[in-house]
């Protein structure tokens, strides 16, 4: 057995492996030889042009408004999403009224787990689209439509929402609004993954800390979120991988998929249109390969921070 276990392990390894090289790792490496090229897409001719894509990103005016708007979501939507699910699961684990079975949630929390959790069983583009309900600017979207009923909106000139190109804090509007969908729809996961962690410290604690004094606010910082750290961190990269992304939102919610007047273009709708609306796939994989690359040493810096030596309890 011990000298049949190496080439028991890879007659078992052996297909999963080459299946993610061929359907995984080739298509990186594609994209990064195509990023090379100026590859138009519909056609075999392609032409060797080194660096010039990449140099070419560098003073790009659309990909630098991209850049901006996806940092904006990198910063807000996990830093939202991570306090909105922190604040909930606390509340639903160590929230409630302490008895002689110790500390408890508020009451009902198995249920509010269910209802804060259910988005996360829809698809992103459900969730897209019925959201795109509700901002609709006319009377049959359930936001304007109330507006207008209680009289805080004129009928003729109803919130435009997704179509709304102004700044609000220097952000265009059109990206909170985007915001609010992303931290909606997220935050029920978090709040699952932060809850199975809080239960895995001992209530102990909770009920040391109280009988010293101290209350619900201190026991949160002083408590809870010195030993969520590692689960916090995990949760910000994975975050961060989507709030590099928001395409599906962006296409679906916005008018020109990244409009208006491109107030919405992130990294993802930028490549959708250099590949599939002006015909530079060279391009538009220099770009991707960009991001990837971006998006592995935020990833990689992310986690070199938050590192440090487990707690055991």
Same mark, same amino acid.
């Given at each position: 057995?011990r000298?049949?276990?190496?080439?028991?392990? /890879?007659g078992?390894?052996?297909?999963?492996v080459?299946?993610?090289?061929?359907? %995984?790792?080739?298509?990186?490496?594609?994209?990064? !030889?195509y990023?090379?090229?100026?590859? !138009? !897409?519909?056609?075999?001719s392609?032409?060797?042009?080194?660096?010039? +894509?990449?140099?070419?990103?560098l003073s790009?005016?659309?990909?630098?408004?991209?850049?901006?708007?996806?940092?904006?979501?990198? =910063? /807000?939507v996990?830093?939202?999403?991570?306090?909105?699910?922190?604040?909930?699961?606390?509340?639903?684990?160590?929230?409630?009224?302490?008895?002689?079975a110790?500390?408890?949630? %508020?009451?009902?929390s198995?249920?509010?787990?269910?209802?804060f959790?259910f988005?996360?069983?829809l *698809?992103?583009?459900?969730?897209?689209?019925m #959201?795109?309900q509700?901002?609709?600017?006319? $009377?049959?979207g359930?936001?304007?439509?109330?507006?207008?009923k209680?009289?805080?909106?004129?009928?003729?000139?109803?919130?435009?929402?997704?179509?709304d190109?102004?700044p609000?804090?220097?952000?265009?509007? %059109?990206?909170?609004?985007?915001?609010?969908?992303?931290? #909606? *729809?997220?935050?029920?996961?978090?709040?699952?993954l932060? *809850?199975?962690?809080m239960? *895995?410290?001992?209530?102990?604690?909770?009920?040391?800390a109280?009988?010293?004094?101290?209350?619900?606010?201190?026991?949160?910082?002083?408590? /809870?979120?010195?030993?969520?750290?590692?689960?916090?961190? @995990?949760? #910000?990269?994975?975050?961060?991988f989507i709030a590099?992304?928001?395409?599906?939102? =962006?296409? @679906?919610?916005t008018?020109?998929?990244? !409009?208006? +007047?491109?107030?919405?273009?992130?990294?993802?709708?930028?490549?959708?249109?250099?590949?599939?609306?002006?015909?530079?796939?060279?391009?538009?994989c220099?770009?991707?390969?960009?991001?990837?690359?971006?998006?592995?040493?935020l990833?990689?810096? $992310?986690?070199?921070? /938050?590192?440090?030596?487990?707690?055991?309890?």
């Amino acid at each position: 057995m011990r000298h049949g276990v190496a080439r028991f392990v /890879t007659g078992f390894l052996a297909l999963p492996v080459a299946l993610y090289l061929f359907y %995984v790792v080739w298509p990186f490496v594609q994209a990064a !030889g195509y990023s090379l090229t100026d590859w !138009g !897409g519909y056609s075999d001719s392609q032409h060797f042009v080194g660096l010039d +894509n990449y140099v070419r990103l560098l003073s790009d005016e659309l990909i630098r408004k991209a850049f901006w708007h996806n940092v904006f979501f990198l =910063v /807000t939507v996990p830093l939202f999403t991570i306090a909105l699910a922190l604040f909930l699961a606390f509340l639903l684990n160590v929230g409630g009224r302490e008895d002689r079975a110790g500390i408890r949630g %508020v009451f009902g929390s198995a249920l509010y787990k269910v209802i804060f959790f259910f988005p996360q069983v829809l *698809s992103l583009v459900v969730i897209a689209v019925m #959201w795109q309900q509700i901002y609709r600017t006319d $009377q049959q979207g359930l936001i304007n439509g109330l507006l207008v009923k209680i009289g805080l909106v004129d009928a003729e000139n109803p919130i435009a929402f997704t179509a709304d190109p102004e700044p609000f804090l220097g952000i265009p509007a %059109v990206l909170w609004w985007l915001l609010l969908i992303a931290v #909606w *729809s997220g935050a029920g996961f978090y709040m699952v993954l932060f *809850s199975a962690a809080m239960q *895995s410290i001992p209530k102990d604690i909770y009920e040391a800390a109280i009988l010293d004094g101290a209350g619900r606010f201190h026991t949160f910082f002083r408590v /809870t979120l010195p030993l969520l750290r590692d689960t916090i961190s @995990v949760a #910000w990269v994975y975050l961060g991988f989507i709030a590099l992304d928001m395409y599906a939102l =962006v296409f @679906v919610m916005t008018p020109s998929q990244g !409009g208006p +007047n491109h107030a919405s273009e992130i990294f993802a709708s930028v490549i959708q249109f250099n590949a599939f609306q002006k015909g530079q796939f060279g391009y538009a994989c220099a770009i991707a390969v960009a991001l990837a690359i971006f998006t592995i040493l935020l990833a990689a810096l $992310q986690l070199r921070i /938050t590192r440090r030596e487990r707690i055991e309890f």
